[in-house]
């Protein structure tokens, strides 16, 4: 089993910039075989929706609504990814959610708020 945990969501003025954190968790045997971590985000009255994801050797996927705003980073154990967001706007406010793949099993974070004001 792995747990996700994120950090970092908030209240951001549009054009201001946030970095959201999640940490996986488990057994060392779970931990060493996620594969691609990434992050979705879910706005009220929509679908949950891919925002980044990253694989374990480092190639990314964006977004179309965020390439070149959002950055998407891994730390050198694999076990942690990060979301640095720039220049948001009122459109990226929506619960951004930690996702990881093990073995062909998906497994998400709780969720955290981020909320962009105009």
């Known amino acids: 089993q792995v747990q996700l945990v994120e950090s970092g969501g908030g209240l951001v003025q549009a054009g201001g910039s946030l970095r959201l954190s999640c940490a996986a968790s488990?057994?060392?045997?779970?931990?060493?075989?996620?594969?691609?971590m990434g992050w979705y985000r879910q706005a009220p009255g929509k679908q949950r929706e891919l925002v980044a994801e990253?694989?374990?050797?480092?190639?990314?996927n964006y977004a179309d609504s965020v390439k070149g705003r959002f950055t998407i980073s891994r730390d050198n154990a694999k076990t942690s990814v990060y979301l640095q967001m720039s220049n948001l706007n009122p459109e990226d406010t929506a619960v951004y959610y930690c996702?990881?793949?093990?073995?062909?099993?998906?497994?998400w974070g709780q969720g955290t708020q981020v909320t962009v004001s105009s």
């Open positions: 488990g057994s060392i045997f779970s931990i060493a075989s996620i594969g691609a």
């Open positions: 996702h990881a793949i093990r073995r062909g099993y998906d497994y």
């Open positions: 990253i694989t374990s050797s480092g190639i990314t």
